[in-house]
């Protein structure tokens, strides 16, 4: 099990600025080791998202209540023969402070799972999403998929930056199905995220105070459903269950 306690950090590019804040950082970080795998270029990323069958998670993050939390499957890798393993991942957010439980298991063990609705082996990680799954109940909704680039410092401090192009989404059941329907882009727009512990270092603060850098709410997730289902943002004709009690006491 992997698990990462962070404050997530999400500031939206135009092309010139994300080049010319990329060459800043260049004299403090270096590229990860998934960029330096993928050669110096960037990396694939696809998640398979799970939610209820009303879209208990994607209503909560879109009004960003606190301890809010996602269920999702990773791949780095766009078909399936070419997957080794994938990432069972759990993440919870409470304001800026993400906690993310993730495990590693082997493509034949994601099969059987599909198969199965279980996980042969068990893990703390394993297990809470398998009951998360049963408890919701959780469904497979959409995948969303990007290219990042991503850096670390060079001094070893711990934090993380990194930069995602391309973002689109598409109704799926399967993290690697052919046949996912509806693909949609979200925008041109680089979205570059800074995760680290509750205070950036001095120069990168100046550098984002330099380019006029400002923190904005950028769920890919939220972002996927809304274009999937556009009703979700015009006449907002659904209520959270804090809602339907504020509306009984009415």
Sequence with gaps: M???????????????????????????????????????KRYFVRSLYYDTYDYLHYKTSEEGQYGRIKC???????????????????????????????????????????????FKQS????????RLKYQGPLEPKLIVEYEREGYHPMDGSDFRLTFDFDV???????LFNEQTTHTRHHNSA?????????????????????????????????????????IFIHGREYTTQGDNQKRKKK
């Design 2 to 40: 992997r698990y990462v306690e962070r404050f997530e950090y999400k500031y939206q590019l135009d092309y010139q600025t994300y080049l010319a804040f990329r060459n800043k950082i260049a004299m403090f970080m270096a590229q990860d080791n998934y960029t330096e795998i993928a050669k110096g």
């Design 72 to 118: 999702r499957i990773r791949t780095y890798d766009d078909l399936e023969k070419n997957a080794d393993i994938v990432s069972i991942e759990i993440k919870t957010k409470q304001g800026s402070n993400t906690k993310k439980f993730s495990q590693l298991i082997p493509i034949e063990a994601y099969q059987f799972f599909l198969e199965k609705g279980y």
């Design 123 to 130: 893990s703390k990680v394993l297990d809470e999403f398998t």
């Design 168 to 174: 689109r989404s598409g109704q799926s059941n399967d």
């Design 190 to 230: 680089i979205i570059c995220e800074i995760k680290c512990g509750m205070k950036k270092p001095e120069w990168l603060q100046s550098l984002i105070r330099q380019y006029g850098l400002k923190v904005i709410g950028n769920s890919k997730y939220v972002q996927a459903v809304q274009r999937m289902m556009p």
